[in-house]
């Protein structure tokens, strides 16, 4: 579980990335959707697949050191490059941001805010302390 603090860091992370792909104009939707607070997470999840579909992902670290992907980097030129790698990070961006909200993540999609996340820790909190008190 996240605490405030690490959920804010990582909405500042996101935000300056954000700010920094902006100018170029191949962001996916799926990035700017996991920008909204009040976005539909299956919605956001669905787009994120259709992005992906018939593409090549993202190489996780191993794969980075492959001759495949050497070849495939070295083909490239240094502007897809650049995009790839900027894709790159927001695949990860978008893996930590699937990883924090899935457990908040309502049967309709939406995704509860952090002051409904701190009012569910909190009455967990006094319902875990009214528990002990009764013991």
Known sequence: MFTKKQLLMWCLIAASYASSYAQTSNVPNWYTMM???????????????????????????E?????EYKQFFASMTTAEREAYEAVFMMNKE?????????????????ITS????DAIIEAQRKAQVALEKGQ
């Open 35 to 61: 920008q909204d607070p009040n976005v539909n997470y299956y919605q956001t999840i669905e787009a994120y697949d259709a992005y992906w579909k018939g593409k090549k992902m993202p190489p996780n670290k």
């Open 63 to 67: 794969q980075r050191l492959s001759d």
């Open 94 to 110: 978008f893996k930590n941001w699937r990883r924090m909200v899935e457990p908040w993540v309502q049967p309709d999609g939406h």
């Open 114 to 117: 952090p002051e409904e996340q």
